[in-house]
Each structure stands twice: as C-alpha cells, then as structure tokens.
C-alpha cells in the first residue's frame, strides 16, 4: 500500500510540474505618461470584445518576456518601449497561462500609440481607472496600476 501511494504521489508531482512547465506566460505593459496609464479595448473574441486591458500578448518560443513584450507594443500600437522592471503579481490566466506586467517607458515623448488590433486605445488617468470594465485578469492589477499612474 505504501508504494502504491507512493506511486499515486509521485505521479501527481510529475503531472503538476507538466502543468508548469506548459504554463504560457502572457506579458502585459504598464506605461505612464503626464500622470496616465495607456490601455487598449479589445475588438476580439466576442468574450472579451470591448474589455479594456493592458497592451501586451504571449511570450513566443525563443523570445524573452522583455523582447515579447517590444515586440506586442510595436504589433499592436506602433510604439516603441522599454521595459523597466516588473510589477504587481503573476495573475493566472485560466486555459491561458500566467499575465506578468512590466512597467514600461514610452521611447518618444510625442509619439501617439495608436490602435492597430485594438477598438481604441486610451491615456486613463489614475482617478478613472477602477472604472473601466477591464478584462479580468488585468482587474486584479487596478491597485498596482493606480499607485504606478499616482507615482509618475
Ligand atoms: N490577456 C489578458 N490581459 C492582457 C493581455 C492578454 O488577460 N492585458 C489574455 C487574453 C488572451 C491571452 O491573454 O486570453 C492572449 O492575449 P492576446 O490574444 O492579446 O495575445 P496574442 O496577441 O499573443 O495572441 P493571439 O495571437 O492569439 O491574438
């Protein structure tokens, strides 16, 4: 009976560390400019058409988290950032993955992002921000996204 549960046990770590290792990480851009933070509306899938969220997409195979992250900015804006460093927490992303934010600084000071991908995409500041309907991972970062947008 013992190794039986042994077995049991040792199959589950084995399967949970297949579930890691297939957790895609999803990376998000937090950028501020003049005291607000720029979001995107989403014109797709019909589940989420509409929601705002953080500009951002998968993490392809072979790309860094930062490289993905230049790289969706330019896809979906037409701008160029650097990211900075990571905030708030790893939000799990269901059927997804894990959403993992950078802080992120705009290149040029008068260049406008515009919605390539996106319905729209806007400069919020930090007062308007628990108003939006975010999309809900990106919901759980409202606290974080405020204290940044206050901050800069
Ligand atoms: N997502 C999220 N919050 C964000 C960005 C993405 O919750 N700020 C979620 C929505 C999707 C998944 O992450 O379930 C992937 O997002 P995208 O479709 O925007 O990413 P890609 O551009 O990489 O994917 P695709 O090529 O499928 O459009």
Redesign the pocket.
């Known amino acids: 009976l013992v190794l039986r549960l042994l077995a049991a046990h040792r199959t589950q770590v084995e399967l949970r560390s297949l579930e890691l290792a297939a957790a895609k990480i999803?990376v998000?851009a937090a950028v501020v400019r003049e005291g607000k933070l720029l979001v995107?509306q989403?014109s797709?899938p019909m589940s989420?058409a509409g929601k705002w969220?953080?500009?951002?997409?998968?993490v392809?195979p072979g790309e860094t988290e930062v490289e993905a992250l230049v790289r969706?900015c330019h896809?979906?804006m037409g701008v160029v950032v650097r990211p900075l460093g990571r905030l708030g927490p790893d939000?799990p992303?269901p059927?997804?993955?894990l959403?993992r934010?950078h802080t992120a600084w705009l290149d040029a000071a008068d260049v406008q992002p515009r919605a390539v991908?996106h319905r729209a995409v806007r400069w919020v500041a930090a007062a308007h921000l628990a108003g939006l309907d975010w999309?809900?991972?990106?919901r759980v970062l409202v606290p974080a996204l405020v204290a940044l947008t206050e901050q800069v």
């Open positions: 999803v998000a995107q989403r797709y989420l969220e953080l500009p951002g997409g998968r392809e969706e896809e979906e939000i992303l059927g997804v993955g959403l934010t991908e999309v809900a991972a990106d």
